[in-house]
C-alpha cells in the first residue's frame, strides 16, 4: 500500500488521520519529517478521532504518551533520546510488544526500520507555508 496525501492545513491533516483509522489502527506507525512538519499534529488528530483520552503524563517523562481507548495509542517521541540503549532502559521493546497503535516520531535516529517486525511508514514534508504532503507505505 502506498498513498500521496496532500494537506493545506492543520485542519486537513487531522481529517487525513482520522481518515487513516481503519488502516492504521493496531499497527505500528513509523512517521518521519522535519521539526514542525506535523507528526505529533497527525498523532493527536489520530487519537482524538479515535476516541481516545490522552492519560496524565509525568512532566519529566515526556518520551511515550499513551491515549487510552478501545485499542490504546502509544505515541513515542525519541527526539531527545541521544543512545540505543536508552529505549531498552525505558522499556521500549517490551512496550511493543503490546496490543496497541503505535506511533514513533523520530524512529529514524535509531534505525527501528532494522529492529521491527512490521511497520507502516509515513513520511511528511513540508512544502512550505501550511502545505504537507504525507506520503503513507505499508
Ligand atoms: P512535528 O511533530 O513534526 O515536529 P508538530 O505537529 O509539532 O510537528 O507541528 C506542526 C506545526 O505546523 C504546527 O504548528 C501546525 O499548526 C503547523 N502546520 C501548518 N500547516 C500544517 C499542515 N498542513 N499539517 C500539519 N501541521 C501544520
Ligand atoms: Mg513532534
Same mark, same amino acid.
Not at 481507548?69 to 531527545?80: M, N, Q, S, V
Given at each position: 500500500?502506498?498513498? &500521496?496525501? #496532500?494537506t493545506? /492545513?492543520?485542519?486537513?491533516?487531522?481529517?487525513?488521520?482520522? #481518515?487513516?483509522?481503519?488502516?492504521?489502527t493496531?499497527?505500528?506507525?513509523?512517521?518521519?519529517? #522535519?521539526?514542525?512538519?506535523? %507528526?505529533?499534529?497527525?498523532? %493527536?488528530? *489520530?487519537? &482524538? @478521532?479515535?476516541?481516545? %483520552?490522552?492519560?496524565? /503524563? /509525568?512532566p519529566?517523562?515526556t518520551?511515550?504518551?499513551?491515549?487510552?481507548? !478501545?485499542?490504546?495509542?502509544?505515541? *513515542?517521541?525519541?527526539?531527545?533520546l541521544? +543512545? *540505543?540503549? !536508552?529505549?531498552?532502559?525505558?522499556?521500549?521493546?517490551?512496550?511493543?510488544?503490546?496490543?496497541?497503535?503505535? *506511533?514513533?516520531?523520530? @524512529?529514524?535516529?535509531? /534505525?527501528?526500520?532494522?529492529?521491527? !517486525?512490521?511497520f507502516v511508514k509515513?513520511?511528511?514534508?513540508?512544502l512550505?507555508?501550511? %502545505?504537507?504532503?504525507? +506520503?503513507?507505505?505499508?
Open positions: 500500500m502506498s498513498l &500521496k496525501i #496532500n493545506s /492545513s492543520p485542519e486537513e491533516t487531522a481529517e487525513a488521520a482520522k #481518515n487513516l483509522i481503519s488502516i492504521l493496531g499497527k505500528t506507525v513509523l512517521l518521519n519529517g #522535519n521539526l514542525g512538519a506535523g %507528526k505529533t499534529t497527525f498523532v %493527536k488528530a *489520530f487519537a &482524538k @478521532a479515535s476516541g481516545c %483520552k490522552e492519560e496524565g /503524563s /509525568s519529566t517523562f518520551l511515550m504518551q499513551r491515549y487510552r481507548g !478501545e485499542t490504546d495509542i502509544l505515541h *513515542f517521541d525519541l527526539y531527545r541521544n +543512545h *540505543f540503549e !536508552e529505549l531498552e532502559t525505558i522499556g521500549f521493546f517490551e512496550t511493543m510488544e503490546e496490543n496497541a497503535t503505535k *506511533f514513533i516520531e523520530w @524512529a529514524e535516529k535509531f /534505525s527501528l526500520e532494522d529492529e521491527l !517486525e512490521s509515513i513520511d511528511i514534508k513540508n512550505g507555508g501550511n %502545505k504537507r504532503e504525507l +506520503h503513507i507505505k505499508e
